[in-house]
DNA sequence: ATGGTCGGGCTCCGA
């Protein structure tokens, strides 16, 4: 089973990226958007259907919206992190497709640091903790997938100094993605590549859309699939799928995906 | 060289 997650930068304008993706002979069996930039009204659920996939969507006018794709049909655990106290942010998505847990996250930015946006990207990743810790209880496989907005090392950006005082990157924010793994979770990725790797922008998602970013490789691994302990024993795979940064008029973020075994 | 580029929706915000 292979499990994919992508920020679309609006659906809207991704359409046709996301369903060549969908299309395509290595095609994930699940995919977890974020980004949509759209109302649920705005989503593709006509052709995203007709490419064989069932389509959870939380969508949001302008700003964040998350969605989950499977070709099994999902049924929906959670919309929306608990003790949001009126959070309207759509940035949070979970269901079970079968045993598997799924949860779509877009955390927040934070940028600039020292306002309250970094504040509330912190609180966020609280509330995640939280809410992360009791899918780890219910001793089932579950997948925590999406953009996290976090920079975990300095082995995941081509220039740590360059990055310094962005909230990517801040002592808090890497914390914060600590944290989750010491609850338990499992980094896919970094898993398969552990440090120290031959070729760390093997594993970056992202590229600024400034300055040249992607001709020059300057990116940084920001997207990320968390596993529980059931599913990480059957992890076999993980990767980027460097191909749709490259297409015309993309995402500024491209695909990461992992494999996990059939269940024994 | 202290810039630059996107998307959404509207004359600016968020990334």
Not at 46 to 55: K, L, R
Not at 190 to 199: C, S
Not at 248 to 255: A, K, L, N, Q, Y
Request: charged share 25%; with cysteine.
């Amino acid at each position: 089973m292979r499990i994919a997650t992508w920020n679309v930068n609006s659906v809207r304008a991704r359409r046709q990226h996301l369903l060549d993706v969908l299309a395509s002979p290595d095609a994930p069996d699940i995919v977890l958007l974020q980004e949509l930039k759209t109302e649920d009204a705005g989503f593709p659920s006509m052709e995203v259907q007709a490419a064989g996939y069932h389509a959870l969507v939380s969508g949001q006018k302008s700003y964040n919206g998350v969605a989950i794709l499977s070709r099994a049909k999902p049924v929906e655990r959670l919309r929306g992190l608990p003790d949001g106290d009126g959070d309207s942010q759509a940035r949070y998505l979970e269901a079970e497709i079968g045993e598997l847990i799924v949860a779509c996250v877009y955390c927040p930015n934070g940028n600039p640091i020292g306002t309250e946006k970094f504040a509330y990207k912190l609180a966020w990743m609280e509330r995640l903790a939280t809410r992360a810790e009791a899918i780890l209880t219910t001793d089932r496989p579950a997948v925590i997938g999406g953009d996290w907005n976090i920079c975990p090392t300095e082995a995941d950006v081509w220039d740590e100094r360059a990055m310094a005082a962005d909230a990517l990157c801040q002592p808090e924010s890497r914390a914060a993605w600590r944290r989750m793994l010491w609850q338990g979770w499992t980094d896919a990725w970094r898993t398969l590549n552990p440090l120290p790797v031959p070729t760390p922008s093997l594993g970056y998602t992202y590229w600024d859309y400034q300055a040249g970013a992607w001709p020059r490789d300057n990116g940084l691994r920001i997207d990320a699939l968390l596993l529980s302990p059931p599913a990480a024993e059957r992890l076999t795979a993980a990767g980027v799928n460097r191909i749709p940064r490259g297409w015309d008029s993309p995402s500024d973020h491209t695909p990461a995906w992992c494999e996990l075994a059939e269940a024994a």
